[in-house]
């Protein structure tokens, strides 16, 4: 990505996380766009602002599975560039979970007691946890490489 794409990115992100924490009484559905603009954060790079994302006091009930999941994820990667993961428990972390998000017949719930619920669209958080394995996992840039990224959701 350029360096103004890149900018672009993580505004957005910021902007999406902000309207999400307004959301007032629509928190519930709110947890996943907020979780949305982490992702949208670590493809921009920005990993210390999507590790302090996570520094805020709203519960994260209704999607609990999946934030404890994701902040395992983002603390384990290196403040320090190039924020490749290389522990291989850290490996098998982040693809159990993206196996389960990946397979087509996985339908996010969105009435689970258990804190297992996910809203918006699963086809686009296969295209970030793809782009998030491209970057954190394999260490492999994401510009000029979609297509190596996107075949991650089929493997």
Known sequence: MTRNRTVRLAQGAREIAQTELEAGSYWSQGQSGYMRAINLLLIAGEVAQAKAMFKTRKKFAYTQ???????TFVM?????????LTDPAMHQHFQGKFDMYRNPVYVAPSKDDHGGNLSGSITMLR???ALLKQKYILGQPVAGHWEDAIAHISE
């Open 76 to 84: 384990a990667i290196s403040d320090q560039p190039p924020h490749v």
């Open 127 to 129: 295209l970030e946890i």
């Open 65 to 71: 599975q999946h934030f404890d999941w994701l902040k």
